[in-house]
């Protein structure tokens, strides 16, 4: 038994050193992107040379996909929807250092989004801006802030506008948000599972969505449905890191590393502007500039004090979100 | 596992076939496997928190609520089961129609559907655009997205449960019973209280308890019919899944033991129930 490991050992650093290796990728990302990695993950097998790539994609709730990575659930590359996640993953289970989001450009997010409206056809209550969705009778629908990554971007997003709105401050964001959630009829676990609500159902006059996702549903049943840009929104940051313990248990970091450079190549760049993502590449963003409107965006690291801070203040247990639910508050 | 047997000093000659002690040892091995080690790793993980944290985590008005929602709403799932389950079960024993077999097969559906399927095809038709749902928009009338879509997607899961509980007990108590009643005096309301009614009620309530325990347990097919606002239509081991989502395993398991610990009283209490139903006869 051990002669036969130790020949097998042999031959695999044989073909090694030989010829090109098989290299299979592991890439956990959150809801969204499944056409997104489709597309870039057959690009990058094309262009790469070194070894011969497979990137296999999970999807699921950014929440969930930490989770799951968290108790062993092997990933070569984090791909989710805010950093806050990718900080548990280095925090719970030290699989990469704390400082990952410093070790590419851009804060190590190759893309952005945002949060957009996306309305029924003909936009029957003449939604325009974020105090549109608060008047009397109007049902909003948006994921659980508690599970969902877009949901936290969208929470933060309403924050941001009622803050910045002249004479707004932090109580009375707390008061519009509180108040926005009491338009809410159905918190779904997920992005996807509130589109689905929204279009398939038939609930609610207002979707708070991903751009993408909007996009996506727009592509998919034309007609149906319009993109409302509000006044003001926020830059959302999907990050994307390679998980060190887990490609040097694997092997598989030079491609790892390499997959997520080219994420920053023009190639990549103009699938993601195709895939509705916004490149960070300035020229290719101007090429798409139609598809994606200039409007105010505030930042969490600017406007919330970065991740952690926004984590704990709003949706931690007993924070800003579980106590806009508490009777009597 | 025979050693464990042999040190229990039980009279032997009792039991006519042999193997008391290989399989008694069998059975504390299994059962310590499969369900006691588990059990005592999810009561194990809230000790971290210490006895404060445990109730800080346990005592919120969120929890609560939802443990009120997922508790009440089984209990009356398990009743309605209850109710309708002896009558489905009456009609397919006692009489004989086309299509019986058929209709006796789709009793096992809930069982077999995954819970997801469940919930998407109840919530596709309670939703407000949907064939049920829309029918009841004109009275006012909401069921997915409110609890009362909760305790729709609880009834469809226990009511086999209820069912396939009285079948075999209905079958071996026979007519005769009936007709012994009638030809004393009795008449058919009487008939049916004082006498199918209590020989039937170990069934029926052992029927209740596993709609019961089934519907606090129910996760996949409620969230999708539920609409889980907090503090109104939020079941507790949604609260669960949220808090293992924030990375929070002690205040999950938190949740996790106190559901435990109050199915087990209920389930006891049940239990002793149908054992004093059973000796009163």
């Known amino acids: 038994m051990k002669r036969l490991f130790s020949l097998l050992i042999a031959a695999g650093l044989l073909t090694g050193t030989a010829a090109q290796a098989d290299v299979t990728l592991l890439n956990v990302s959150y809801d969204p992107t499944r056409e997104l990695y489709k597309d870039l993950g057959a690009a990058f097998a094309a262009s790469y040379k070194a070894d011969k790539v497979t990137i296999n994609t999970s999807n699921g709730g950014s929440g969930a996909q930490a989770r799951a990575v968290i108790d062993g659930l092997q990933a070569d590359i984090l791909t989710l929807a805010l950093a806050a996640d990718i900080d548990a993953v280095s925090k719970n289970a030290g699989l990469l250092p704390g400082d990952w989001q410093k070790r590419l450009p851009d804060n190590s997010t190759p893309y952005t989004s945002t949060i957009v409206f996306l309305v029924r056809k003909g936009n029957p209550w003449k939604i325009k801006d974020w105090n549109d969705l608060v008047k009397q009778g109007i049902q909003v629908v948006t994921p659980n802030p508690k599970t969902s990554g877009g949901a936290r971007w969208a929470y933060l997003a309403a924050w941001a506008y009622a803050e910045k709105t002249p004479g707004g401050n932090a109580q009375k964001a707390k008061a519009f948000v509180a108040n926005l959630y009491k338009h809410v009829p159905v918190l779904d676990t997920g992005a996807r599972g509130s589109t689905t609500t929204f279009t398939k159902r038939g609930i609610g006059d207002v979707l708070l969505s991903w751009e993408n996702e909007a996009h996506l549903a727009l592509k998919e049943t034309p007609g149906q449905y319009e993109i409302v840009y509000p006044s003001h929104s926020i830059l959302a940051e999907p990050p994307v890191a390679v998980v060190d313990k887990n490609v040097d248990r694997h092997k598989s970091r030079a491609a790892a590393e390499a997959f997520v450079k080219f994420l920053y190549t023009p190639a990549a760049q103009e699938i993601e502007a195709k895939d509705f993502y916004r490149p960070r590449n300035p020229e290719i963003l101007a090429k798409y500039k139609s598809q994606f409107p200039n409007i105010p965006l505030a930042t969490v690291d600017g406007d919330f004090g970065g991740w952690q801070k926004a984590q704990s203040t709003h949706f931690a247990d007993g924070g800003i979100f579980d106590q806009i639910y508490q009777p009597g508050k | ?281």
Not at chain 2, 49 to 70: C, E, K, M, Q
Not at chain 2, 102 to 114: E, G, S, T, Y
Not at chain 2, 230 to 235: C, D, T
């Open chain 2, 1 to 281: 596992m025979s050693a464990i047997g042999l040190k229990i000093p039980l009279p032997r000659s009792r039991h006519v076939l042999p193997g008391f002690s290989l399989s008694l040892g069998f059975t504390l091995f299994y059962l310590a496997g499969i369900v006691l080690i588990p059990l005592l790793a999810l009561v194990i993980r809230p000790f971290e928190l210490g006895w404060d944290g445990f109730w800080a985590a346990i005592s919120t008005p969120r929890v609560l609520a939802s443990l009120r929602l997922s508790f009440g709403m089984s209990a009356f799932a398990a009743v309605i089961d209850s109710v309708f389950g002896f009558i489905v079960a009456w009609v397919l024993v006692r009489y004989r129609f086309p299509g019986r077999g058929f209709l006796d097969a789709v009793i096992d559906l809930p069982f077999a559907l995954p819970t997801a399927v469940a919930g998407i095809a109840l919530s596709t038709l309670y939703a407000p655009n949907g064939w049920i749902g829309s029918l009841l928009v004109p009275y006012g009338i909401r069921i997915a997205y409110t609890p009362w879509g909760v305790l729709v997607a609880m009834i469809f899961i226990g009511l086999p449960f209820s069912v396939r509980t009285l079948e075999p007990v209905l079958g071996e108590i026979g007519q005769e019973v009936e007709e012994a009643a009638a030809t004393l005096g009795a008449t058919r309301v009487q008939t049916i209280t004082k006498v199918v009614i209590p020989m039937l009620m170990p069934a029926l309530l052992t029927g209740a308890a596993m709609a019961f325990a089934r519907g606090v347990g129910e996760y996949g097919s409620v969230i999708f019919i539920a609409g889980n606002i907090p503090m109104v239509s939020e079941i507790a081991p949604l609260l669960i899944v949220t808090k293992l989502e924030q990375f929070d395993y002690a205040g999950a398991a938190a949740i996790g033991v106190v559901m435990l610990a109050a199915s087990f009283i209920m389930l006891l209490a049940l239990n002793g129930l149908q054992a004093w139903s059973a000796s009163r006869r």
